[in-house]
T-cell receptor
Framework: EAGVAQSPRYKIIEKRQSVAFWCNPI?????LYWYQQILGQGPKLLIQ????????DSQLPKDRFSAERLKGVDSTLKIQPAKLEDSAVYLC???????????????FGPGTRLTVL | QKEVEQDPGPLSVPEGAIVSLNCTYS??????FMWYRQYSRKGPELLMY????GNKEDGRFTAQVDKSSKYISLFIRDSQPSDSATYLC??????????FGAGTRLFVKA
């Protein structure tokens, strides 16, 4: 079974530039998550999709961050414009059945490491 | 007070040692308690999860939950260099949102 794929793996941009990350979840997984992990901290949920609908985006800085999940499969996360404090690893995760609740394991991708100069 | 507290370490132990990793939390509504392992430049992977208080064992790993003290632990027996990673505790109220600790970096020396 293929895992969660993310690209690019690394990105370096200057502040005020735009950047986009892509995630392909495990086939058949209904729920997709984007997390931000700042160095030395645990992952923080930015947005959660169930199929192509948003379940939780309460911690997404909506003035600069946007995300979409077209057709309930792939997802993109965009930052426009980027700030220095956006430097972090952006992790995508997916899970099979949201109705299973927390016992439904989240599978994480390798992440995209963003550096904003 | 933070919702989850976890000592960032690093924790360095010799191969074969018993490792104890701990987290405290303040939210009484947490019902599910998890431990994730994260290798360098990789995403976290779920090691164990426990519902409510008590112990759960899986091979060399034992997860322990004390809800009265709001304290959870992960014990690793016969630690190996391959156990060197960051260990994240994580909590859930039974809804969809998981709260992660900051992680403890563990180094197991051969």
């Amino acid at each position: 079974e293929a895992g969660v794929a993310q690209s690019p793996r690394y990105k370096i941009i200057e502040k005020r530039q735009s950047v986009a990350f892509w995630c392909n979840p495990i086939s058949g997984h209904a729920t997709l998550y984007w997390y931000q992990q700042i160095l030395g901290q645990g992952p923080k949920l930015l947005i959660q999709f169930q199929n192509n609908g948003v379940v939780d985006d309460s911690q997404l800085p909506k003035d600069r961050f946007s995300a979409e999940r077209l057709k309930g499969v792939d997802s993109t996360l965009k930052i426009q414009p980027a700030k220095l404090e956006d430097s972090a690893v952006y992790l995508c995760a997916s899970s099979l059945d949201p109705l299973a609740g927390v016992s439904d394991t989240q599978y994480f991708g390798p992440g995209t490491r963003l550096t904003v100069l | 007070q933070k919702e989850v507290e976890q000592d960032p370490g690093p924790l360095s132990v010799p191969e074969g040692a018993i490792v104890s990793l701990n987290c405290t939390y303040s939210n009484s509504a947490f019902q599910y308690f998890m431990w994730y392992r994260q290798y360098s430049r990789k995403g976290p992977e779920l090691l164990m999860y426990t519902y409510s208080s008590g112990n759960k064992e899986d091979g060399r790993f034992t997860a322990q939950v004390d809800k009265s003290s709001k304290y959870i632990s992960l014990f690793i027996r016969d630690s190996q260099p391959s156990d060197s990673a960051t260990y994240l505790c994580a909590f859930n109220t039974g809804g969809f949102k998981t709260i992660f600790g900051a992680g403890t970096r563990l180094f197991v020396k051969a």
